[in-house]
Nanobody, 126 residues
Framework: QVQLVESGGGLVQTGGSLTLSCAASSRTFGTSAMAWFRQAPGKEREFVAAINWSGGVILYADSVKGRFTISRDNAKNTVYLQMNSLNPVDTATYYC???????????????????WGQGTQVTVSS
């Protein structure tokens, strides 16, 4: 079982930055792929970024490429999402996800990720 706890959300102005963290309570964290998704009110959950166990494979959604950076610290069982140049369309609840079965191929579909955190709210004001 993997428990994930997100933190770092909040209110920020357009153009600002935030860094989200996701702490995992699992001995398998070091071999699990990790991802960030987001969901805005009335919309489906959307893939944001993913990173494999070693950090050697990283995927981004086109909408965040060049603005967001995903990283991980296996010694701290934590994955991060650095978000820069935020704008109101980035407003959503951001969820951390984990999947021990993904190694060198990462999937964008939410259904492929087995473990989820409770989410952290990010609000970008105009």
């Amino acid at each position: 079982q993997v428990q994930l706890v997100e933190s770092g959300g909040g209110l920020v102005q357009t153009g600002g930055s935030l860094t989200l963290s996701c702490a995992a309570s699992s001995r398998t964290f070091g071999t699990s792929a990790m991802a960030w998704f987001r969901q805005a009110p009335g919309k489906e959950r959307e893939f944001v970024a993913a990173i494999n166990w070693s950090g050697g494979v990283i995927l981004y959604a086109d909408s965040v490429k060049g603005r967001f950076t995903i990283s991980r610290d296996n010694a701290k069982n934590t994955v991060y999402l650095q978000m820069n140049s935020l704008n109101p369309v980035d407003t959503a609840t951001y969820y951390c996800a984990a999947d021990p079965s993904q190694s060198w191929v990462l999937f964008r579909a939410a259904a492929r990720w087995g473990f989820w955190g409770q989410g952290t709210q990010v609000t970008v004001s105009s």
